[in-house]
């Protein structure tokens, strides 16, 4: 493949074009598939102005400029939603092997609109173990090509480091991830590559990628409710290695605060606005499930200026969640459970169910779990955990009513 042909198109990488922030009231017809999943049905015609990315921002090292505001879902069934944020300005979208099928979703899109796009897609965690070889993860990759209907991902991440369950750093340690990867690069299948994390090791992994490797990416979930993070941050940006934020609405739910936010602002735009006003941030990759949400995520471009009444909101909005919400990368309670129960892991399955409205997938998910590590126990524990928590999170009880709801 040429350069010239890798090169994103100029309008989709170097546009600025203006924010017409234009709040709700678009008419979306929203249904849900068998699986619980949301479909986006179609926007209705309208003469609206659509607000549009009003920022590109350098990424990393990568020779690419993206939008402030990227595209995520992980249940995507219809790349209509894609083609949606496209015409909203968003050029980067984000997938992984394990989102059912968005990959192949996306790739109803190819060749057609495969320069609009910088791709960042994930191989399964799994597959990261110290014994993997060279061979496993290119094929794995060519895998994730073929079903995205490509010849190149801009960047292929290995999924979830820093989660014990999928055992200790020497899984990232393997020698032969980072010469795979450089293999994939030379062939042009992967051009740059990178890491992903929400796990209790996150900030442990990501520092020993970042000073041992050629990483390009790194992915960290993060929100205005977690904390030490920052240091790994100042680190990418030292070293131009690129940072997209994941999990950046916290424990968002729908909560209508717009009576205090500017011009009818969601708490969930201040919650991005937030995000984009810290440094080291070049992007955040954000699961986008209806047109709405597309409009509602693209309106808080830019300029991340809030104001003084909206923070305090968004203070008073953590301040409700403090005690529910689990924080992607904290560790403290991680060896208070003698049965191993993956305390972090459940919560978040919890969260899913409850506050990202996605109840199939939490079951789903907790139903993978084996038996020994599910919480029914919890039941009848003397509690060991209670106490661990530095945000005070009452772990047994949350996990009592996480087994209740999540239990087929
Ligand atoms: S309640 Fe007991 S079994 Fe459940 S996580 Fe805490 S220590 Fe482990
Ligand atoms: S429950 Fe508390 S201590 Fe445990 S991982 Fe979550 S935030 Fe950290």
């Not at 984000?94 to 099928?101: C, E, I, K, P, V």
Request: proline residues 5%; neutral net charge; glycine residues 8%.
């Amino acid at each position: 493949m040429k350069q010239s042909e890798r090169n994103l198109s100029r309008r989709s990488f170097l546009g600025t074009g203006i924010a017409g922030i234009v709040g709700a009231g678009l008419g979306m017809a929203e249904v849900r598939d068998a699986r619980g999943q949301d479909k986006p049905g179609t926007p209705e015609p309208t003469t609206e102005k659509k607000p549009q990315i009003a920022e590109y921002r350098k990424l990393g090292r990568t020779k690419y400029r993206v939008s402030d505001i990227g595209f995520g879902n992980a249940g995507m069934q219809d790349p209509a939603l894609l083609e949606y944020a496209m015409e909203r300005g968003i050029n980067y979208v984000d997938t992984a092997r394990q989102y059912y099928d968005m990959e192949k979703v996306i790739g109803k899109l190819f060749p057609a609109k495969r320069d609009k796009l910088f791709i960042t897609t994930k191989l399964e965690p799994e597959l990261f173990t110290p014994e993997t070889t060279e061979e496993q993860i290119l094929t794995a990759l060519d895998e994730s090509l073929e079903r995205l209907n490509t010849d190149h991902v801009d960047c292929c991440l290995i999924h979830s480091v820093g989660d014990p369950n999928l055992g200790d750093i020497t899984r990232i340690q393997n020698p032969n991830i980072v010469t795979a990867f450089e293999k994939a690069r030379k062939a042009g299948k992967a051009l740059y590559w990178g890491a992903s994390s929400h796990g209790p090791k996150m900030i442990e992994e990501f520092n020993w990628l970042m000073d041992n490797t050629s990483i390009d990416l790194i992915m960290p979930g993060m929100n205005m409710m977690t904390k030490g993070i920052e240091p790994v941050l100042a680190k990418a940006r030292q070293k131009d290695i690129a940072v997209v934020a994941m999990k950046s609405l916290s424990a968002a739910k729908k909560i209508d605060y717009s009576k205090y936010m500017k011009e009818g602002r969601t708490a969930r735009q201040g919650l991005l606005k937030w995000m984009l006003a810290q440094p080291n941030i070049d992007t955040i990759s954000i699961s986008m499930r209806t047109f709405e949400d597309v409009d509602e995520f693209v309106a808080a471009s830019g300029n991340p200026k809030l104001t003084y009444r909206e923070r305090e909101v968004l203070q008073g909005y953590c301040a409700l969640l403090d005690r529910d919400y689990c924080r992607p990368g904290c560790d403290a309670c991680l060896n208070a459970c003698p049965s191993r129960v993956p305390i972090h892991d459940i919560l978040r399955y919890r969260l899913y169910f409850h506050n990202y409205g996605r109840e199939k997938y939490a079951m789903e998910l907790y139903s993978a779990l084996p038996a020994s590590k599910k919480a029914g126990q919890c039941v009848s524990c003397a509690g060991h955990c209670q106490g661990s928590c530095p945000y005070h999170i009452d772990i047994q009880d949350k996990l009592i009513s996480a087994h209740a709801d999540l239990t087929v």
